[in-house]
C-alpha cells in the first residue's frame, strides 16, 4: 500500500525526521491560503500522486509570488501527469502538497528496504539525490551504497556513522544523517513498511539535513495490525479492478497482456503467466484465488477479469490440493451461470478430485474450453486470445 508525500511528511515528523512545513491543498484558493500560513516566500506547490518522477512531469513548481501559486495550482489540479511509474495512462492530480522552499547546498538519496536475499533490512544511499534512483544504478551503480542491517540487533548508531563516513559527511552534518537514518529505520519496522524512502535528502545552507521528498510503502499483509495505516489509503490512485479484488480477499495485479489467469497459489500463478509468455501470449493480470475459493470468490474473479476491455480469452489453471477440484468446478459453473461471459475460457484441473471436476464442467452445457495439460491450457489460451 501506498501513501501521498504529505501523508508520509507527518509519520516523518512523528518519528523525528526533519521536514519542511507543509500544507494539503485540494484546489487554487486552498493553496494560495496554505502559501500565506507558510509566512514567506519561495514556496514549494506539489503534485500528490502515488507516482515518482513528478518534478520531471511538470507536477512540482517554486513559486515566488501568490500569483505564481494561484496560477499553477489551479493549473495542477484536474491535470493528468505522465510519469515512467504511471504508464500511458498517467494519473489525475487531486491533491497539492504546499511546503517551504529549501536553500539547497547539496542533494543525496537514503532509503530502508527488504533485502530478500539477505532476510533483512538494507540501508541504500547515494550521494547524488534529487534523480531518480532506478536511472542512476543503471548507468553508475558504483554510485549506489548500501549496508545492511544485522536483524538480531537492528539498526544501531553505527550504522548510520558508517554510511555518514562512506557519503563524506562529518561533524553536525553526519550527526544528522544518523538521528535520521534512525528514525526512518523505527518507522519502518514499527509500520510494518516495506520502503522508506528520502529522495532528496538535502543539505542545507546552514549546516543542516532535513528530508524535502518523503515516500513510504506499507506492506499490505501487516496493514491488519495498522488501521491508523490503513485509513491513509487513498481509493482514486488504485486500480479499480485492484480494490475489488481486495474486497474478496483476492491476490490481483493488472498487467497489460490479453489472456485473464485465473489460478489457485502464488507459485503456480507465476508460472502460468511465465508459460503464455513462452507461447508468444501476454497474460493481462495475476489473480491467485487462494487455496479456499468460494463460488462468491470465483465470480469476483470472473467478474475482475471481464471487467479488463484487454482480456481476449481467460485461462483458469487450477491444482487441487487443499482445494479440491470438484469444489472449484462447481463454483467455475456457478459464476458462468450467474453472468454473461463473452469470452473463450480454457480450464485445466488436475490434482485432488480432478477427474470429479472434469466430469462436473462436461455436464454443465457451457462452452468451456477443457484442457488436459497445462501446457496445452496455455498454448489453447494464448491461440484462442490472438
Known amino acids: 500500500m501506498k501513501i501521498h508525500e504529505y501523508q508520509a511528511r507527518e509519520l516523518f515528523v512523528q518519528y523525528g525526521i526533519p521536514c519542511p512545513v507543509g500544507y494539503l491543498a485540494l484546489n487554487a484558493q486552498e493553496a494560495v491560503n496554505a502559501a500565506k500560513k507558510l509566512g514567506a516566500y519561495p514556496v514549494v506547490v506539489k503534485a500528490q500522486i502515488h507516482s515518482g518522477g513528478r518534478g520531471k512531469a511538470g507536477g512540482v513548481k517554486l513559486c515566488h509570488n501568490e500569483e505564481e501559486v494561484r ?32 536553500h539547497i547546498a547539496r542533494e543525496y538519496y537514503l532509503s530502508m528496504t527488504v533485502d530478500s536475499a539477505a532476510a533483512c533490512v538494507t540501508m541504500i544511499a547515494s550521494a547524488e539525490g534529487g534523480t531518480e534512483i532506478e536511472e542512476l544504478s543503471k548507468e553508475h551503480p558504483e554510485k549506489i551504497l548500501q549496508q545492511r542491517i544485522d536483524p538480531t540487533h537492528g539498526y544501531k548508531d553505527y550504522d548510520g556513522w558508517e554510511m555518514a563516513q562512506k557519503l ?57 495490525r495498522h488501521p491508523d495505516i490503513v485509513s491513509l489509503r487513498d481509493l482514486n490512485e488504485e486500480d479499480p479492478k485492484e480494490i475489488q479484488a481486495s474486497k474478496y480477499d483476492l491476490n490481483y495485479v493488472s498487467l497489460d497482456g490479453s489472456v485473464g489467469c485465473m489460478v489457485n497459489g502464488a507459485g503456480l500463478a507465476m508460472a502460468t503467466m511465465d508459460i503464455i509468455k513462452s507461447f508468444g501470449g501476454s497474460p493481462a493480470n495475476f489473480l491467485d484465488v487462494g487455496g479456499s475459493a468460494t463460488t462468491e470468490r470465483v465470480t469476483a474473479a470472473f467478474e475482475i477479469l471481464l471487467s479488463d476491455p484487454n482480456v481476449k480469452a481467460i485461462l483458469v489453471n487450477i491444482f487441487g490440493g487443499i482445494m479440491k477440484c ?15 461471459i463473452n469470452v473463450p475460457v480454457v480450464v485445466r484441473l488436475d490434482g485432488t478430485n480432478a477427474d470429479l471436476g472434469r466430469e462436473i464442467l462436461a455436464g454443465s452445457g457451457l462452452s468451456l474450453v477443457p484442457a488436459a495439460t497445462f501446457a496445452e491450457a496455455a498454448k489453447t489460451a494464448v491461440e484462442l486470445a490472438k
Open 326 to 340: 470438484d469444489v472449484i468446478a462447481q463454483g467455475i459453473v456457478e459464476a458462468a451461470k450467474a453472468m454473461q
Open 168 to 224: 563524506g559527511l562529518s561533524g553536525s552534518l553526519a550527526k544528522d544523517f544518523v538521528k535520521i537514518a534512525r528514525g526512518m529505520y523505527k518507522l519502518f519496522m514499527e509500520k510494518d513498511c516495506s520502503l522508506v524512502e528520502i529522495n532528496p535528502l538535502v543539505e542545507s545552507h546552514d549546516g543542516r539535513m532535513f528530508a524535502i521528498d518523503a515516500k513510504v510503502n506499507f506492506d499490505d499483509n501487516a496493514l491488519f
Open 71 to 102: 496560477q499553477f495550482a489551479g493549473e495542477l489540479i484536474g491535470k493528468r501527469l505522465y510519469t515512467k511509474q504511471t504508464g500511458p495512462e498517467g494519473k489525475e492530480v487531486q491533491r497539492l502538497f504546499v511546503t517551504e522552499g529549501a
